[in-house]
């Protein structure tokens, strides 16, 4: 089997796509800015934006798989916080790229997690890994971010870009949060509700990951998103109907949260509608391609 190197392993998708990997029969490593040598998975340390990094990293690994990079809706977007959520992504692939042609030791495959951002606010429209970006920071953030993929690319490294959409899991991420009114007898959706979620289940995002490990075919870009698309009011009504209890639906108002979130709105006001075509012509098969699939499998096993 192999070495799977994660540079942040330890959240929420590299959690559980190490623990699938190890399940698989793969060792697992992670990197972090602390050490952890004893750790379930054994932790090296790295500093992206000093480009430093642990050899022995690098030299064990026979694939990478970056999930680097600071929270997007983590904090405030000043200029300052805006130019760390670039960075942090740009950072780490450019520190990875040194180190394979420092070391000469280049994985099989370079896997790593981009964002359906890149399309930006495009209505009912259906967008596919050809679509040409969109507006504003979130679509300017991921093109920097696949820029740097591509560097690793045209260095002779396979590599693979998942165009992430919502992750769904109870154990954090939106769903984590839209969870929470329920425990009230309520439910949000923002705006009217009308803005498309392109939704994945946490194991469907984990597993196309390792078929993108294992598929030497797969190369370039893929969306990474479940084959129907939900928009946000209706992704709180399945909540409510896999929840199984009453519940009040209410829309928070779009200019309330213009005021309170500023530009960090659009992470949950944007509308992006992304096709799973490309990824399901690859062989991919999805284990949860519904809501109604998918929602009681997270509520019921808590993944």
Known sequence: MSTVLIPGGSGLIGSRLSQLLR??????LHLSRRPRPNAVFTTYRWDPAQNQIEDEAIRRSDFVVNLAGAGIA??????ARKRVIVQSRVDSASTL???????????QAY????AIGYYGDRGNEWLYEDSPPGDGFLSESCIAWENAIDEIA???????ALRIGIVLSTRGGALEKMLLPFQFRTGVYFGDGS????????????????RAMEDT???????GAAPNPATNKELTEAIKVALGKPAFIFPAPAF????????MADTILSSTRASSEKIEKAGFEFSYPTLEKALPSLLERKV
């Open 23 to 28: 399940e698989a029969g793969h060792e697992v």
């Open 195 to 210: 803005q498309w979620y392109s939704w994945i289940h946490i194991d469907d995002i984990c597993r196309m990951f390792i």
């Open 256 to 263: 309330a949260l213009r005021l309170a979130m500023g530009e």
């Open 111 to 114: 896997l790593s997690s981009a």
């Open 97 to 107: 790229l040194s180190a394979f042609e420092r070391l000469q030791h280049f994985p």
């Open 154 to 160: 045209r260095a002779g490294v396979r590599s693979v």
């Open 217 to 223: 075919a797969m190369e370039g870009v893929y969306n």
């Open 74 to 79: 983590d904090k405030p977007w000043t200029s």
